[in-house]
């Protein structure tokens, strides 16, 4: 009997400490950034028609350590930065090249650490070749989803030893396109071998689940897994809605965001005239889509700009995406700070080259950002300096922009707020 107390009291004793390391780590991740800077993108080379990966792929990953301030950026109020790893050199690596990549990752994270501040560690599928996440996804037995299943249970390995702080490992960014697959197996059963694997060497290191859809809130409210009863488990959300203004002018999402532009947050600060004059204009200035000539950028961009201001997009339209999240934690009984917006962010408007309406995008970041925090959950801006997304006026600059930092509630630093005035 006095056995089998103390083996109850034990158990005890580990599931208090998994509690106890999991909750500091989501009290932690409340304000943070990303930085692409590091190990985002691979340097490539052409051979012949074809790209591959330099040697070595991340040449200036050391180098950008000195770029960032990370005492100010402390000191402004975040409390975490995001890593995003590009694995395509990884996965075509030998153990040799691994264990590189590695004694670069380590001093990143070490210098957070040494700033007060956690990291997380974002690994992305390859896309050398315009890869979709899900090619990585290619049966539970498949040669991609091992591989990849191998290199996700080695790094966890490596955080795992880290003392110096806290990090945790989101496992796949965006992991599929649709929110449930029809046909095949969905990413919520990968998930479930994925998080298996790390728990293998790494039984307390803070994993990020997702859901379908890129990760974007129409996924996340369909997530219904076992693995969200385990403290040890966080959420990521994405989140870029509405999507018309945040992706205005991107060229890799639909052929007509390219021409849009001058679409204002909220509409009713803005005016559907001049939004439609502005992108009739840009839209003759882009590159046809390979599907898409100007004449049908520019059909669709005025049907969405035309019903972006019919309904009035704004607040109201944020709260209600935020509210969808608030019903799901409420089901799925999720503690509000297991959940981090470890994307979220919209673009520069540019024309020219030249930014505009800087406080449509300031407008943005402080309702998306509030509404959040109102919750209780965490959030991570996308991206710390990188255009198109980045809080810097310019890439260059010591610090970012103090207009874009206080939509944020963050400081800026003394010298920046003395400009302010």
Avoid at 137 to 161: S, W
Avoid at 225 to 232: G, H, S, V
Avoid at 278 to 290: F, G, W
Avoid at 388 to 403: A, I, N, S, T, V
Wanted: hydrophobic residues 40%; charged residues 25%.
């Amino acid at each position: 009997m006095t056995q089998r107390l103390a083996v109850i009291g034990a158990i005890a004793c580990v599931v208090a400490a998994l509690a106890s390391i999991t909750a500091a780590a989501a009290a932690d991740f409340k304000r943070g950034a990303t930085l692409v800077e590091f190990f985002g993108f691979p340097a490539t080379t052409q051979q012949g028609g074809l790209k591959a990966y330099a040697d070595p792929p991340f040449p200036q990953a050391q180098a950008a350590l000195e770029t960032f301030d990370f005492d100010s950026l402390r000191r402004m109020g975040f409390d975490h930065m995001r890593i995003p790893v590009d694995t395509g050199p990884l996965m075509r690596a030998d153990e040799g090249r691994r264990r590189d990549f590695l004694r670069q990752l380590g001093p990143v994270i070490a210098r957070l650490h040494r700033h007060g501040l956690g990291a997380i560690v974002t690994l992305h599928p390859p896309s050398l070749n315009r890869e979709l996440p899900e090619t990585y996804l290619d049966g539970l037995d498949g040669p991609k989803f091992r591989r990849y299943g191998e290199l996700v249970e080695g790094i966890a390995g490596e955080l795992a030893a880290i003392r110096s702080g806290l990090v945790a490992l989101e496992p796949m960014n965006e992991p599929q396109s649709e929110c449930r697959r029809r046909i095949g197996t969905d990413w919520t059963v990968y998930q479930d071998l994925l998080v298996a694997r790390v728990r293998r060497p790494a039984p307390e290191l803070p994993v990020f689940l997702t859901g379908g859809c890129w990760s974007n809130i129409e996924g996340i409210v369909l997530l219904d897994t076992d693995l969200l009863r385990d403290p040890r488990n966080l959420v990521s959300v994405h989140f870029y809605y509405p999507f018309l203004f945040t992706h205005q002018t991107a060229t890799w999402t639909m052929p007509y965001l390219a021409g849009t532009v001058g679409v204002p947050y909220p509409a009713s600060e803005g005016s559907l005239d001049l939004t439609l004059s502005l992108t009739r204009e840009q839209t003759r200035k882009v590159s046809p889509a390979a599907n898409a000539g100007p004449p049908a950028m520019w059909q669709k961009a005025e049907r969405e700009i035309r019903k972006y201001f019919a309904e009035a997009q704004g607040p109201s339209q944020v709260d209600g995406w935020m509210q969808q999240v608030a019903d799901w934690q409420r089901r799925r009984r999720v503690d509000a700070d297991r959940i981090v917006f470890t994307e979220f962010g919209a673009m520069k408007q540019k024309i020219d080259g030249v930014e505009i309406d800087k406080a449509s995008r300031a407008r943005w970041l402080a309702d998306a950002s509030s509404a959040i925090e109102r919750h209780g959950w965490g959030w991570t801006i996308f991206v710390l300096r990188d255009d198109p997304f980045g809080l810097y006026e310019h890439q260059g600059d010591r610090h970012p922009d103090p207009q874009l930092l206080r939509s944020l509630r963050l400081d800026a630093p003394a010298a920046d707020r003395r400009a302010l005035h």
